[in-house]
């Protein structure tokens, strides 16, 4: 990376931090955040997140290089730089304002130049090809009946209504500030236009569900789209490991575990369901 040359920065001072799945981090001077994606990844979304802060969402927009871009190449591989936002990840503690912030963005005005939800989820169909890797051998079986269940709930998906949809909103995606609110939300690459659905599954990885969705607000949400949101989101996530061979304990925690929880989930969500 050169920061001077693509950004025209001087910086004394680059500290490695946590990335994300797809993406290495520094913090620069702790006045920027630098963003690096990873091999055969390519950055996505820029552009939507000053639409995202204009709408008074807590997002931070990247920072244009002095060729009035979004992101530059460090190699071959691209990266960006965006504002330094002091906060901490939130955790399972901080579910009553992360609750909150989730129905801010689903407020939202639809005026967003974001994607419509695609339900076709190519990723998961893929995984069929890997049935045999060792990694999953075993369980061939579980993960079978779990494209096949996924394939019956697209079927009886009808229209609902939508809302900008981050997809993605974990804990490792929301910044807690100093005062305990939501600083920031980051990682927008995969948010789309779609049903609430796409982002209440997250309210299924912590304990507090029931109260999360009391903070949230949520009531008249659809069965089938929770139902079909869970499955993808456990599908997806050991699609993506075994695919590329990364992060094998996250093919239990953020996969099989995911998928043996569906129905134990659902039976909560039926509750604040029409």
């Known amino acids: 990376m050169d920061l001077q040359r693509d950004y025209g920065l001087s910086v004394s001072e680059l500290v490695p931090h946590d990335g994300g799945f797809a993406t290495e981090g520094w913090v620069a001077d702790r006045r920027w955040f630098v963003k690096r994606w990873k091999d055969g990844s390519e950055p996505s979304g820029l552009i939507q997140l000053a639409e995202l802060n204009a709408l008074r969402l807590p997002v ?3 920072l244009r290089t002095v060729r009035g871009e979004l992101s530059a190449l460090s190699g071959s591989r691209a990266y960006a730089v ?12 901080d579910w009553r304002v992360v609750a909150r912030a989730l129905r801010e963005v689903h407020e939202a005005p639809l005026s967003v130049s974001l994607p419509p939800a695609d339900v076709s989820e190519p990723h998961i169909r893929n995984l069929a090809q890997y049935l045999e890797h060792p990694w999953i051998a075993d369980r061939a079986d579980v993960v079978r009946t779990a494209m096949a269940r996924l394939d019956d709930v697209r079927s009886r998906l009808e229209p609902v209504r939508h809302v900008v949809c981050h997809t993605d909103f974990h804990g490792l995606n929301v910044l807690i500030g100093p005062d305990g609110e939501v600083a920031a939300i980051l990682d927008w690459e995969n948010a789309v236009i779609g049903p609430r659905e796409y982002d209440l599954w997250v309210a299924a990885d912590g304990e507090p569900l029931m109260e999360f969705l009391d903070a949230y607000g949520a ?15 456990g599908l ?17 925690t953020w996969g099989f575990e995911r998928i043996d ?7 909560i969500f039926k509750r604040y369901c029409g």
């Open 60 to 62: 931070v927009e990247p």
């Open 236 to 252: 997806r996530d050991l699609s993506a490991r075994v695919m590329n061979e990364v992060d094998r304990p996250g093919v239990e």
């Open 82 to 93: 965006f504002p330094y936002v002091q906060g901490r990840t939130a955790t399972w503690d």
């Open 261 to 267: 929880a569906v129905d134990r989930k659902l039976e």
């Open 219 to 233: 009531d008249d949400l659809d069965a089938d789209y929770l139902e079909f949101a869970l499955l993808a989101r």
